[in-house]
């Protein structure tokens, strides 16, 4: 059973910069992509960004793009740097996993960690 543990959230100004981790566990063979999500109060969950295996391009939201960076350090965990964060970037981030080379659309989550950005 995979599991998933994302960290690094809290509470920033506008225009600053938080970095998440997620450390994934219990993965099998072939490969997994790794993606971010996020859900704000009210709405629905959306992509941020996703990395299809470690050391390819990383794929984003247009409304992150430039903004954030996904990268793997290995294949069972993502890190999301955040920088220039907006008060709309406020939400909860998720860390997702899926037993893939291509579809991106998690089969497991982790529990999400909360960002808030806010002067």
């Known amino acids: 059973q995979v599991q998933l543990v994302e960290s690094g959230g809290g509470w920033v100004q506008p225009g600053g910069s938080l970095r998440l981790s997620c450390v994934g566990s219990?993965?099998?063979?072939?490969?997994?992509?790794m993606s971010w999500y996020r859900q704000a109060p009210g709405k629905e969950r959306e992509l941020v960004a996703y990395?299809?295996?470690?050391?390819?391009?990383g794929r984003y939201a247009d409304s992150v793009k430039d903004r954030f960076h996904i990268s793997r350090d290995n294949a069972e965990g993502t890190s999301l740097e955040m920088n220039s964060l907006k008060p709309e970037d406020t939400a909860v981030y998720y860390c997702?996993?899926?037993?893939?080379?291509?579809?991106?659309?998690?089969?497991?989550w982790g529990q999400g960690t909360q960002v808030v950005v806010s002067s």
């Open positions: 219990g993965f099998t063979g072939g490969n997994y992509v």
């Open positions: 990395m299809v295996n470690v050391g390819g391009k």
């Open positions: 997702g996993a899926r037993h893939s080379s291509f579809a991106y659309e998690p089969n497991w």
